[in-house]
């Protein structure tokens, strides 16, 4: 909260010495090496925790999210498809796919995700926004 990235990293590091296996610290660890800008160690990290607890699924977005931050795209989508599989109902997952899918001209897989999050989101106008600007 401090903003003491470093301090918040030796702890957490200390922390994965004593737990290695503790999802919730590589996550946390993972965050913090991205707000210093380590997004190297910060992938690990979170793909890490994703792989540790694949059952929560904010663990897999936030992984298949820095992927895309850092330029990379594909691995980006690639984790982020797989995480649809196992969440067939999560519209961060399903957002960040329509929105990656067309900021990469993949018009169609856009398309494909976008109508999902307006069936699963019918009222909100953010999707329903998404979904009109790629049917056109």
Known sequence: MRGDEKTAEST????????AKAASLHYALGLALARQGRMTESIAELGQAARLAPDYSRYAYTYGIAFHGSGKATDGIRVLANARQRFTGDVEILQALAT???DRGRRR???????KLARLLPEDE???ALLRELQR
């Open 109 to 115: 897989a856009a398309l494909d995700y976008a109508q």
């Open 100 to 102: 990656m899918e067309r």
């Open 126 to 128: 953010q999707a329903t």
């Open 12 to 19: 957490l590091r200390a922390a994965l010495k004593i737990n």
